[in-house]
């Protein structure tokens, strides 16, 4: 039997405290699903495609993970209904701080009293990465700072793209 796990978030963009519990999440599961939420009453800075074309060359062509163990979907939907379609009763979420933590347990419960066949897993990625943040990562590449730190070649190129 095969183990999907639903790893969703906004990944705008995917951080390398993303990539660590991807990586994490696949020593657990045989495949995973990075959902790339989409709702309208977010504010991106890329659309899901240009979201989903980054998190494709960071994982695939910057860091050559293994194709097969990953998918790459956008979703408008609930994330409990995001897993009866691809079939897991897994969602896989990152904290950093504890800060984090109050939030995550909210959601968890929710999605619990949703579909109460459906565990949230929570992995933490390294201290290194644990102060990554999507919004500081673009805060910083818009106030010409370094960010080779925090995120991939690729997705950097992205980012300065996007603010010049």
């Known amino acids: 039997m095969n183990k999907v796990a639903i790893y969703p978030g906004t990944f705008d963009p995917i951080t390398f405290g993303h990539i660590d519990v991807i990586n994490k999440g ?7 699903v ?21 998190i494709k ?9 293994n194709k ?4 790459i979907v956008s979703f408008t939907s609930l994330t409990t209904d995001l897993c009866k379609k691809y079939k897991s009763n897994i969602i896989l979420r990152g904290l ?4 984090d933590f109050e939030y995550e347990f909210q959601l968890a419960g929710m ?41 991939t070649k690729s997705t950097i190129k992205l980012l300065k793209n996007k603010y010049e």
């Open 26 to 32: 696949l020593r657990l599961f045989d495949k995973i």
């Open 34 to 54: 990075v959902a790339i939420s989409d709702v309208e009453n977010k504010d991106y800075l890329f659309t899901s495609e240009e979201r989903m074309e980054i």
């Open 57 to 65: 060359k960071a994982l695939f062509s910057d860091l050559k993970i």
């Open 68 to 71: 097969k163990k990953i998918m």
């Open 96 to 99: 950093r701080a504890v800060s």
């Open 111 to 151: 999605n619990r009293k949703l579909n109460n066949k459906i565990e949230t897993v929570f992995l933490m990625s390294d201290v290194e990465n644990q102060i990554i943040s999507s919004k500081f990562v673009k805060e910083i590449v818009k106030l010409r700072g370094d960010i080779k730190k925090f995120t």
